[in-house]
């Protein structure tokens, strides 16, 4: 295997069976940023239910009563618009433009499907948790109205 200093730009050190291990790794649910939203919530005193299956995108927090649900992305997997985190991986940089953006699309479907069905949808991004009081206002804002 060459050293860092001998790889070509752009290359991936890692064999495509490397890289899927690795990428396979990367939690979907309880990540940090859900695990923080999910305590904050809790702490302002809303209960809901974690990933109902039967929605599409399966929401990561659920109001059924509000007919609310709550997703938290990670900025670069969803690709938050204006954020430094939103950018494309130096290698394979077609691949993660088309995985990157794929994404985007299939939570825009998400979103859609879940207003038509009569639900309202607030995106918490990874980036927004780092501000936990302008995140609980936001949160209150949103569970509080009907």
């Not at 509000?66 to 204006?82: D, L, N, P, Q, S």
Request: glycine share 6%; hydrophobic share 35%.
């Amino acid at each position: 295997m060459p050293s860092l200093l001998e790889r070509r730009p752009g290359s991936d050190p890692l064999t495509a069976q490397q890289r899927g291990e690795l990428m396979s790794r990367i939690p979907s649910k309880d990540t940090r940023p859900e695990m923080i939203v999910r305590r904050l919530v809790h702490g302002i005193g809303y209960r809901y239910r974690l990933h109902a299956e039967e929605l599409p995108g399966r929401p990561d927090l659920v109001f059924r009563p509000r007919r609310k649900v709550i997703f938290v992305h990670g900025c670069f997997w969803h690709r938050h618009t204006g954020c430094a985190a939103n950018r494309i991986p130096a290698t394979r940089r077609e691949f993660w433009r088309q995985k990157l953006d794929g994404n985007v699309r299939r939570d825009r479907r998400n979103e859609e499907a879940l207003e038509e069905m009569g639900w309202r949808v607030l995106v918490v991004w990874e980036c927004e948790t780092k501000d936990l009081d302008h995140l609980a206002n936001e949160i209150k804002r949103f569970l509080g109205s009907r």
